[in-house]
C-alpha cells in the first residue's frame, strides 16, 4: 500500500495568515493527489483534486501544488478565514487500497 | 444536484454482518468513469479507503478486508449496498459512501454523504 505521510498534525495559526500542509508519498502517485477539509461532525468536503484544481465553489485562497516527482504535495491556504480552522486530510487515488494521509488539524492560535 | 445518503444500523453485535446501502441521485452510475466508493472514519479520525464499485460493475477492495467486505449494486439501480461479515469492535466507525469520477477527477471523492455511525459491541 502507498503510505501517505502528512504534516503537521496539528498547526495553530492566526486570522490572516498563510499557512502550508504536506503530504509525501512513498512513491510516485503522478498528480493523484486530493485534498479535503472535514470540520467537526461533517464529512469531508473536497478542496482540491489532482494535486492543484481547485473544486468549484471553494474559496481561492486555497491551493495545491506538487512535485516533478509525484511524491510531495502541498496545501497552502492565504489570507486565514474564521471558517477554515478545521481539519485537512489529504488522499492518493493513484492505486488500491486508496490511502489517506493522517490530518491536519488547523486551529486558532 | 448530487447527493448520497447512508443507510444502515447503529449497533451491531461481533460476529454479525453490517449492511450499509447508499441511496445516490443527481448522476447514473453506469456513465463511463463513474464511481462509488466506500470510506470509513475510525473514532480516532482516519480514514480508511474500503472499496469502490465502478461504472462497468468491477469492484475492487482493501486487501486488509477483502474476504469480508462485498460492495454491490441494489435492485434499484440508485443504490449500491456495502456488506461486511463477521464484525468486530475495530469496525467501529463512521461509513460513508462517495462519488468518484475518474476522467476528471482522477478518483477524487467530490462528493459526500453524510455518514452513517456503526458501533460494534454486544
Known amino acids: 500500500d502507498i503510505q501517505m505521510t502528512q504534516s503537521p498534525s496539528t498547526l495553530s495559526a492566526s486570522v490572516g495568515d498563510r499557512v502550508t500542509i504536506t503530504c509525501r508519498a512513498n512513491q510516485t502517485i503522478a498528480n493523484y493527489l486530493h485534498w479535503y477539509q472535514q470540520k467537526p461532525g461533517k464529512a469531508p468536503n473536497l478542496l482540491i483534486y489532482t494535486a492543484s484544481s481547485l473544486q468549484t465553489g471553494v474559496a481561492p485562497r486555497f491551493s495545491g501544488s506538487g512535485s516533478a516527482s509525484g511524491t510531495d504535495f502541498t496545501l497552502t491556504i492565504s489570507n486565514l478565514q474564521p471558517e477554515d480552522f478545521a481539519t485537512y486530510f489529504c488522499h492518493q487515488s493513484y492505486t488500491t487500497p486508496n490511502t489517506f494521509g493522517q490530518g491536519t488539524k488547523l486551529d486558532i492560535k | 444536484q448530487v447527493t448520497l445518503r447512508e443507510s444502515g444500523p447503529a449497533l451491531v453485535k461481533p460476529t454479525q454482518t453490517l449492511t450499509v446501502t447508499c441511496t445516490f441521485s443527481?448522476?447514473?452510475?453506469?456513465?463511463?468513469?463513474?464511481?462509488v466508493s466506500w470510506i470509513r472514519q475510525t473514532p480516532g479520525m482516519a480514514l480508511e479507503w474500503l472499496g469502490v464499485i465502478t461504472w462497468d460493475g468491477d469492484t475492487y477492495y482493501n486487501a486488509s478486508l477483502k474476504t469480508r467486505l462485498t460492495i454491490s449494486k441494489a435492485s434499484s439501480k440508485d443504490q449500491v449496498v456495502l456488506t461486511m461479515t463477521n464484525v468486530g469492535p475495530g469496525d467501529t466507525g463512521t461509513y460513508y459512501c462517495?462519488?468518484?469520477?475518474?476522467?476528471?477527477?482522477?478518483?477524487?471523492?467530490?462528493?459526500w454523504g453524510q455518514g452513517t455511525t456503526v458501533t460494534v459491541s454486544s
Open positions: 443527481g448522476f447514473a452510475l453506469s456513465t463511463t468513469g463513474m464511481c
Open positions: 462517495t462519488r468518484s469520477e475518474l476522467l476528471t477527477y482522477h478518483y477524487a471523492l467530490d462528493v
